[in-house]
């Protein structure tokens, strides 16, 4: 195991478009020839004017619609939307909406171009794994800071009847621009605002909770962006507190949460979205509050593993400097368990109804889609993952 900073490629083109009214300059962005697929969700951008103000922006492009992305967007509703392009010949596709449809979307500009059955885009026993090699080009009006999809490469799709919810990622599929409005966050109910703030805060943890291998821009950059979303995060989860610096500081942190920034040359643990995916899967628990749900006994299982890290989030995010190392460690984990508590997360499986009975289905999906050596060491073995699953009961 390495204890220094790894080689490292960072790539990232994705042209970031902050603030106000920038819906109104979408022209600048999207060439006038390109006949434009909007494509969004259940219907919250119908509901709030979202989508109007998009069609007034686009009326002297050729455009069509494809609405009904699910929240965790599922492989049938995207080939759906993959036959429309085919039938009806877009070369533009614009994802107005939260993570699962820009998720939605990057799979589908994805399948379109695929040279074979889009389903062998993915691996973890759905497909082949087969490599994407290109992508029709698509940008992203955002309405919902969680995912950070909107700068990053990849794409989580869901198959429910096999029971499975697989990622794929590839630079074809990075966004060409993302348009990110604070205020378009002002119609989010409480539930999504603390989904946003909690699937932000372990995307960072995720990158950070590791051991140490002295990479002091990727861990001040970790620190920072936690003790932000510390700071606002009971603020921004009252969704009538309509300041538009907390909702700007809430939308940024949450896209520098996961554009692979904070991770390049350091190691990574996704192991909470791992056994998040499952719970997912098994009874559609939102992304979010299936990982506040494993978050906390990932920490305490694997506190040896995670001792030095957990020391320096200790002092470090939490400003804990008394005690011994385990005292401060102790500290640190009940202080975030408090955290998702106050923003009305979850914090163990019976809150978002899982039964010990469930953890042998849970671990078997695991084991199906390949999660059998996860974490930053490759050593969290399906047998840790159970233990983890029971500690958070
Ligand atoms: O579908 P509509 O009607 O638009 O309503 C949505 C949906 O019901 C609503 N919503 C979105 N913006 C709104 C709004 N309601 C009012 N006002 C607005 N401005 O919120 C609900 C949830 O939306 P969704 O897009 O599902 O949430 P989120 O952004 O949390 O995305 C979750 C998906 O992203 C995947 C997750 O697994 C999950 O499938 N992830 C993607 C990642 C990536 N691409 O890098 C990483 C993440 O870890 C995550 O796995
Ligand atoms: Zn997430």
């Not at 070369?91 to 500009?109: E, P, R, W």
């Not at 995307?203 to 861990?219: A, C, F, K, N, R």
């Not at 809430?250 to 991770?263: D, E, I, K, P, Y």
């Not at 408090?338 to 039964?355: G, H």
Request: charge should be negative; proline fraction near 4%; include cysteine.
């Amino acid at each position: 195991m390495t204890s220094e900073i790894s080689d490292f490629t960072f790539y990232n083109p994705v042209k970031i478009v902050f603030g106000q009214n920038k819906i109104e300059q979408l022209s600048k962005h999207i060439p006038s020839d390109k006949k434009v697929l909007i494509l969004y969700g259940g219907g919250s951008v119908k509901r709030f004017g979202t989508l109007d103000r998009v069609k007034k922006t686009l009326a002297d492009y050729e455009t069509g619609e494809f609405g009904g992305i699910e929240a965790n967007p599922t492989f049938g509703t995207c080939m759906k939307a993959v036959d429309k392009i085919n039938e009806e010949d877009y070369d533009y596709l614009l994802a107005v909406g939260g993570g699962s449809v820009i998720d939605g979307v990057k799979f589908i500009a994805a399948a379109a171009e695929f040279d074979g059955d889009p389903i062998d885009i993915f691996g973890k026993g759905v497909g082949t794994g087969k490599k994407v090699t290109s992508a029709l080009p698509f940008g992203t009006i955002l309405t919902l800071p969680a995912t950070g999809s909107e700068m990053n490469e990849t794409s989580v799709i869901s198959f429910p009847e096999k029971k499975a919810k697989v990622s794929f990622s590839s630079w074809d599929v990075f966004p060409q621009f993302s348009i990110l409005e604070p205020e378009l966050t002002y119609t989010l109910p409480k539930r999504q605002l603390a989904n946003g703030i909690t699937d932000s805060f372990i995307h960072i943890l995720e990158q950070y909770l590791t051991y140490p291998v002295g990479g002091m821009v990727q861990d001040e950059f970790a620190e920072g962006l936690l003790r932000i979303l510390i700071k606002i995060g009971p603020d921004v989860v009252d969704e009538m507190n309509h300041d538009y610096n907390l909702r700007a500081n809430f939308m940024w942190t949450a896209t520098l949460a996961l554009n692979r920034l904070l991770s390049r040359g350091v190691p990574g643990d996704w192991s909470t979205h791992a056994l998040g995916h499952e719970i997912t899967v098994l009874n559609h628990t939102d992304h979010a509050r299936s990982l506040s749900a494993i978050m906390p006994a990932v920490m305490m299982v694997r506190k040896l593993k995670k001792w030095d890290k957990l020391v320096q989030y200790a002092e470090n995010v939490w400003g804990i400097t008394n005690g011994s190392e385990e005292e401060k460690i102790d500290a640190a984990i009940l202080k975030t368990v408090i955290f998702f508590k106050s923003i009305d997360m979850p914090v163990n499986l019976s809150q978002v109804d899982v039964k010990e009975e469930d953890i042998n289905t849970l671990v078997g999906q695991l084991e199906k889609h390949g999660n059998d050596a996860i974490s930053e060491r490759g050593d969290q073995t399906l047998d840790v993952s159970r233990e983890i699953y029971r500690q958070a009961l």
